[in-house]
């Protein structure tokens, strides 16, 4: 298993860590500041720095299926590293930060849309929630006005963990459709946004709504009968 350091701190760009295995798919790390690609978040890219200064460029980070371990692919060409080696691992904290205002912005979306959630994607200046909602109009400039209104008024951002059971009896909680959250380890992580929404998410979040920074609704498109895109953008 893979310790994460980002569930519990998303601020950490840095780590000491120790190489568990290197082979073809990636590089794994008994500890790591580095999120895999999931739930429309991607994989965080960076460096592995080795003992003599050496570094392994670090493109994407993904979960080994089944083993509870997150791979670090290496760029072309990058020094070879062996296990057992002492490393330093270092995120793209300006990449990483990007996702965590947007995927906050995501949130704050969801409670002004009221439609379950049938798909979405992140991405550092442009993201998306597809929503189910048929015969409903949206207005755009409403939506941005309410976005920006919940940035500025700096609502408080944090984790905490519930039961699987507690989550089966609260299934309200859930708003994505097509995709559930992750049950079977005993409990669950919560995003709670003060006063605005509280959803099941594993992603990393700025601690308040104030550092996302000022929002603009841009296309509302329609992608099929039931599900309605509402793409989103940083002003700056």
Not at 59 to 80: M, Q, Y
Not at 122 to 133: A, C, E, N, Q, T
Not at 189 to 199: G, T
Not at 201 to 228: P, Y
Request: aromatic share 4%.
């Amino acid at each position: 298993m893979t310790e994460e350091i980002f569930r519990d701190n998303a601020y950490e760009k840095t780590c000491e860590a120790v190489v568990t295995g290197v082979d073809e798919k990636g590089i794994s790390l008994d500890r790591t500041v580095f999120y895999p690609a999931s739930g429309g978040q991607p994989g965080d890219t960076g460096v592995i720095r080795r003992a003599d200064g050496q570094e392994v460029a670090i493109v994407d980070t993904i979960k080994a299926v089944g083993s509870g371990r997150h791979l670090h692919i290496p760029g072309e060409g990058a020094p070879t590293l062996v296990e057992g080696d002492k490393v330093t691992a270092e995120i793209d904290w300006a990449r990483r930060f990007a996702h965590m205002r947007m995927h906050s912005a995501l949130h704050l979306l969801c409670a002004l849309v009221d439609g379950g959630v049938t798909g979405g994607s992140i991405g550092v200046m442009k993201s998306r929630l597809d929503f189910d909602l048929p015969d409903t109009a949206l207005d755009k400039e409403q939506i941005t006005a309410d976005l920006n209104r919940l940035v500025e008024e700096n609502h408080p951002m944090q984790a905490r963990w519930i039961t699987d059971e507690e989550l089966a009896a609260n299934a309200d909680l859930v708003r994505t459709m097509s995709v559930q959250p992750p049950t079977g380890t005993g409990r669950v992580r919560l995003m709670e946004i003060a006063d605005v929404d509280l959803q099941p998410c594993g992603g990393t979040h700025v601690g308040r709504t104030g550092e996302i920074g000022r929002l603009r609704v841009g296309k509302i498109e329609n992608k099929g009968r039931h599900n309605r895109r509402i793409n989103i953008h940083f002003e700056e």
